[in-house]
């Protein structure tokens, strides 16, 4: 018998067809800090390669903290960040900007400032980016094809940008790096819409070195160079905060994302249960493609892969095109040509469940989920039964950040 958590503490108990013995992966090791605020004000104090900010800054300075959607514990982070300038490096709070990325990208509907002293949150500026306002967005640069680089004015008018980042597996969809804060996260509607290329979906591919070196590009223009960054645990949890150097960040991000999050099944399984923990935050269709995504590189061909979320957001317009459509391949020709906002899932759906069955345990309407070809389950006692009809099973906690490494791929290498 096992307790399967998934979303927010919901969990189910799980017990196995005879003889079966589940593969259990997707718990990082190590505990994340007892106090997330100290962790955050000793990232600061002694950032990697780099002054800290006490050095680096003066009282009458203009800082923006960059956030970037899914950050999880947010607020207890920008309360941090926010003090440590204020106390530690004496900037005035009327010089602090707070940008939040655009509805669209981002879920939350929590004030990442809530936390922050009255006295202090009243004087600081709270900017939600739109990517349609010609107004808000400044141009830096001129692409490679001559296209007009647009980033949120306050980034250009700002001495210093703190990008404040999450990190995730260098073959995540839709992941640039951390520079992908700033960019495209803060650009206008059109870039945003090119950086969700379906080519983007292969780690190793052209396209996707191509997007992530004009991300890191247009960081050095803007004169990013210092970085915020957190290796998430489990659940809305954070395991390590770094700060400092953008270089520095990133190479020490990487070995401890990997140390944590990269896991290996001895061999593929009938079923693969995945699920998305975490509060509303994590709860989102980008999250659900990127469990699918884990999932399926562990699931045999014509297997089953079943997601277990709070996942309570209706499909958006990509999901949509897969409604009805003659094929998947004709649904994704049209997402490939439109790029909505969930693009990325949308194909991550569709690759999963033409490599079977795909069923899904959320807080969404059965019929939506039907819409979808999606086969629903409908409580925890569903799942178990599900469970119990087969022979091999894994179990893939907080898939959304799993580096999954292929059971039939030597382990220097892994499939995308």
Same mark, same amino acid.
């Given at each position: 018998?096992?307790?399967?958590?998934?979303?927010?503490?919901?969990?189910?108990?799980?017990?196995?067809?005879?003889?079966?013995?589940?593969?259990?992966?997707?718990?990082?090791?190590?505990?994340?800090?007892?106090?997330?605020?100290?962790?955050?004000?000793?990232?600061?104090?002694?950032?990697?390669?780099?002054?800290?900010?006490?050095?680096?800054?003066?009282?009458?300075?203009?800082?923006?903290?960059?956030?970037?959607?899914?950050?999880?514990?947010?607020?207890?982070?920008?309360?941090?960040?926010?003090?440590?300038?204020?106390?530690?490096?004496?900037?005035?709070?009327?010089?602090?900007?707070?940008?939040?990325?655009?509805?669209?990208?981002?879920? #939350?509907?929590?004030?990442?400032?809530?936390?922050?002293?009255?006295?202090?949150?009243?004087?600081?500026?709270?900017?939600?980016?739109?990517?349609? *306002?010609?107004?808000?967005?400044?141009?830096?640069?001129?692409? *490679?094809?001559?296209?007009?680089?647009?980033?949120?004015?306050?980034?250009?008018?700002?001495?210093?940008?703190?990008?404040?980042?999450?990190?995730?597996?260098?073959?995540?969809?839709?992941?640039?790096?951390?520079?992908?804060?700033?960019?495209?996260?803060?650009?206008?509607?059109?870039?945003?819409?090119?950086?969700?290329?379906?080519?983007?979906?292969?780690? *190793?591919?052209?396209?996707?070195?191509?997007?992530?070196?004009?991300?890191?590009?247009?960081?050095?223009?803007?004169? +990013?160079?210092?970085?915020?960054?957190?290796?998430?645990?489990?659940?809305?949890?954070?395991?390590?905060?770094?700060?400092?150097?953008?270089?520095?960040?990133?190479?020490?991000?990487?070995?401890?994302?990997?140390?944590?999050?990269?896991?290996?099944?001895?061999?593929?399984? #009938?079923? +693969?249960?995945?699920?998305?923990?975490?509060?509303?935050?994590?709860?989102?269709?980008?999250?659900?493609?990127?469990?699918?995504?884990?999932?399926?590189?562990?699931?045999?061909?014509?297997?089953?892969?079943?997601?277990?979320?709070?996942?309570?957001?209706?499909?958006?317009?990509?999901?949509?095109?897969?409604?009805?459509?003659?094929?998947?391949?004709?649904?994704?020709?049209?997402?490939?040509?439109?790029?909505?906002?969930?693009?990325?899932?949308?194909?991550?759906?569709?690759?999963?469940?033409?490599?079977?069955? +795909?069923?899904?345990?959320?807080?969404?309407?059965?019929? +939506?989920?039907?819409?979808?070809?999606?086969?629903?389950?409908?409580?925890?006692?569903?799942?178990?039964?599900?469970?119990?009809?087969?022979? #091999?099973?894994?179990?893939?906690?907080?898939?959304?950040?799993?580096?999954?490494? #292929?059971?039939?791929?030597?382990?220097?290498?892994?499939?995308?």
């Amino acid at each position: 018998m096992t307790n399967f958590r998934y979303g927010a503490g919901s969990s189910v108990q799980l017990d196995f067809a005879e003889g079966t013995e589940p593969v259990e992966l997707g718990t990082p090791p190590g505990r994340p800090p007892a106090e997330l605020s100290a962790a955050v004000a000793d990232a600061l104090g002694e950032p990697l390669e780099y002054p800290s900010l006490a050095h680096c800054t003066t009282p009458g300075d203009r800082v923006v903290l960059a956030l970037a959607p899914g950050v999880p514990q947010v607020a207890q982070i920008t309360v941090a960040v926010v003090q440590a300038l204020v106390d530690d490096a004496r900037v005035d709070p009327n010089g602090i900007t707070v940008l939040r990325p655009s509805p669209e990208s981002d879920t #939350s509907t929590e004030d990442p400032c809530r936390l922050l002293p009255v006295s202090i949150r009243r004087r600081i500026m709270v900017v939600i980016h739109d990517p349609d *306002d010609r107004d808000m967005l400044a141009y830096l640069t001129a692409g *490679d094809t001559d296209e007009p680089i647009l980033l949120n004015r306050a980034l250009h008018e700002a001495d210093l940008v703190l990008p404040i980042g999450c990190l995730h597996g260098e073959s995540t969809a839709g992941y640039f790096g951390i520079h992908g804060v700033v960019f495209p996260t803060f650009s206008d509607r059109k870039t945003a819409a090119r950086f969700r290329s379906i080519g983007s979906l292969h780690s *190793d591919g052209k396209r996707r070195k191509e997007l992530t070196a004009e991300v890191d590009q247009i960081a050095w223009l803007l004169g +990013v160079h210092f970085a915020i960054q957190v290796v998430p645990a489990a659940g809305s949890s954070v395991l390590h905060v770094l700060a400092g150097c953008s270089d520095a960040v990133a190479r020490r991000g990487r070995e401890l994302y990997d140390a944590a999050w990269s896991c290996a099944a001895p061999q593929q399984a #009938s079923l +693969v249960v995945a699920a998305v923990e975490g509060d509303s935050e994590q709860q989102t269709w980008h999250n659900v493609g990127r469990a699918l995504n884990a999932a399926t590189e562990l699931v045999e061909d014509g297997g089953s892969v079943a997601v277990c979320c709070d996942l309570s957001t209706l499909p958006g317009a990509a999901m949509q095109r897969l409604i009805g459509s003659e094929s998947h391949r004709a649904a994704l020709r049209r997402i490939r040509k439109d790029r909505p906002e969930d693009a990325l899932p949308a194909v991550q759906l569709a690759r999963a469940m033409d490599r079977g069955k +795909v069923y899904l345990l959320s807080r969404l309407e059965e019929s +939506v989920v039907e819409d979808l070809d999606v086969i629903p389950i409908g409580n925890g006692a569903e799942l178990a039964r599900l469970v119990r009809r087969h022979t #091999s099973c894994i179990l893939l906690s907080n898939a959304q950040y799993a580096v999954v490494k #292929s059971p039939h791929i030597a382990c220097g290498g892994m499939e995308t």
